[in-house]
């Protein structure tokens, strides 16, 4: 349960339509995710949260109630990873501040560079349930392993990051990574790339986890555009079982960009025994919905976003017209944006395939519930002698 108490600050309105949309988002949850539980099981997930949150794209910035969402949202997991946290943190220690002294997090330091577009990866957990075991890094090739795309060697576009956690009996290196992404066509190098960066952190830490007793799972936004195509192969192939999601990740639910995966080691890396043991979560099914009635909702917001969009791109067919530089691309962005303040159907247009991406994310969150009390196990071990590693 998060911090519901901030909510009196807001005016009226505001705070009617944001309690109305967390209370959906706790029935979305109770219905299709599984009941937390104190010892037995653990809830781990992955999200990308669209570019949380500097507006570098103008389409925000969030509004306070969409931070009430993430947080909600993140309160339903006892652990998650989370891709596209932006250099400045102000955004993730708000949400931070409404999930309450139970939840921690670990961040990277952001990844330089036009590939790297200015992002970290990150956990939160619930320090009830998971303890770091203060190992953390960045993961970087050696220089045998790195990843070719014909053109040359090199590493990730953005490093992934991997933690030691602890839950029950359960101790686990969690992993997460935000793959290159470039031209979906398959001949180009971009794709190419993609590949060799799934291959790689997969065959790098099923290479680890051969050393080490720990258990590794590796999540996040592989940009995999179908099961079964070169980059999903690509994770199973180096050893990764993966939750199979039966809905497309991404808002439109017809991309499989998002992935939980894990190297199977009998008798410490077991799925729970349930029909709600995994799945995507449709937060937009929830808060900020397609309807008509829901975008009129939004509509001030949406307009007030599309009114300094248009402003920016005056200043920009200004700027450009004093230089003497070509127009045309500026002219059609001011009269598209002009257009489409004028037409409430494209503002809805707007609002439902960008705006409100840029307010809860155009991907949604997966998770997974997996066991992790294995004392029944261990006790058999010591009556019996029989060694499983559980034993250290």
């Known amino acids: 349960m998060i911090n519901y108490w901030p909510l009196k600050r807001m005016d009226r309105k505001s705070r009617k339509r944001t309690v109305d949309g967390l209370e959906r988002i706790r029935k979305l949850v109770a219905a299709e ?38 947080a909600e949202v993140i309160s339903a997991f006892d652990v998650i990873a989370i891709q596209e946290i932006c250099r400045d943190l102000g955004p993730l220690k708000e949400v931070m501040r409404l999930l309450g002294a139970d939840y921690d997090y670990i961040v990277t330091d952001v990844t330089e560079g036009s590939s790297g577009n200015k992002e970290r990866l990150g956990f939160i957990y619930n320090t009830n349930k998971v303890r770091f075991r203060n190992i953390a890094g960045e993961i970087v090739l050696p220089w045998k392993d790195q990843i070719s795309d014909v053109t040359r060697k090199r590493q990730f576009a953005r490093t992934p990051f991997a933690c030691a956690f602890q839950s029950g009996w359960f101790r686990f290196i969690f992993s997460t990574v935000h793959i290159y992404y470039g031209k979906q066509s398959k001949n180009s190098d971009e794709y190419r790339r993609r590949v060799g960066e799934i291959e790689s952190v997969a065959k790098h830490l099923a290479k680890l986890a051969k050393k080490e007793k720990d258990n590794y799972i590796l999540v996040g936004d592989f940009n995999i555009d179908k099961m079964g195509d070169d980059a999903g192969n690509a994770l199973v192939g180096q050893g990764f079982e993966t939750t199979q999601n039966i809905i497309g990740s991404n808002s439109r639910k017809n991309k499989f960009y998002d992935q ?48 300094r ?38 503002r809805r247009d707007y609002y439902v395939n960008t705006w409100r991406t840029f307010q809860i994310s155009d991907h949604l969150p997966l998770w997974v519930e997996l066991e992790v009390d294995f004392s029944a196990e261990y006790l058999t071990t010591l009556k019996d002698g029989t060694f499983t590693p559980l034993e250290e």
């Open 33 to 70: 995710m599984p009941g937390r539980t104190l010892q037995s099981t653990l809830v781990l997930g992955t999200w990308n949260i669209r570019n949380f949150d500097d507006n570098r794209f103008g389409d925000g910035p969030r509004l306070e109630e969409s931070l009430y969402y993430i």
């Open 260 to 307: 939980i995966s894990w190297l199977p080691r009998e008798g410490s890396v077991r799925r729970a025994d349930s029909d709600r043991s995994h799945g995507v979560l449709d937060v937009l099914s929830a808060v900020m919905r397609d309807g008509v009635t829901q975008f009129r909702d939004y509509d001030p917001f949406v307009t007030a976003t599309l009114q």
């Open 309 to 346: 969009k248009l402003a920016d791109a005056e200043e920009a067919l200004r700027e450009a017209r004093r230089k003497n530089k070509p127009t045309a691309k500026k002219l059609n962005a001011v009269n598209d944006f002009k257009k489409t303040l004028a037409d409430e159907e494209l």
